[in-house]
């Protein structure tokens, strides 16, 4: 089952993250560390995550669903 909105996924170290959809002049990291982190949005193959405190993309295929999920209103699935 693919990630949703609100879930905690996992990706892993060496994944590229951009700071807008990718090919539209936007800067970019590779994850040092694999991490948890939080899908805010997606589009077009891409999940919106938080991290390092700002909104990132990722390629669908690089998250890895956890068993956390976050809702505005409190913690599921701990």
């Known amino acids: 089952m693919e990630p949703q909105i609100g879930d905690m996924v ?7 993250i951009w700071s ?16 948890s982190l939080l899908v805010i949005d997606e589009l077009d193959g891409f999940f919106k995550i938080v991290a390092f405190g700002s909104s990132w993309w990722v ?3 690089r998250v890895h669903r956890t068993n ?3 809702h505005s209103y409190g913690l599921e699935g701990r």
């Open 59 to 61: 390629k669908k295929n």
């Open 10 to 16: 996992w990706v892993p170290a060496d994944t590229v």
């Open 68 to 70: 956390k999920h976050y």
């Open 20 to 35: 807008k959809k990718p090919k539209t002049g936007s800067s970019y990291k590779y994850l040092d560390e694999p991490r």
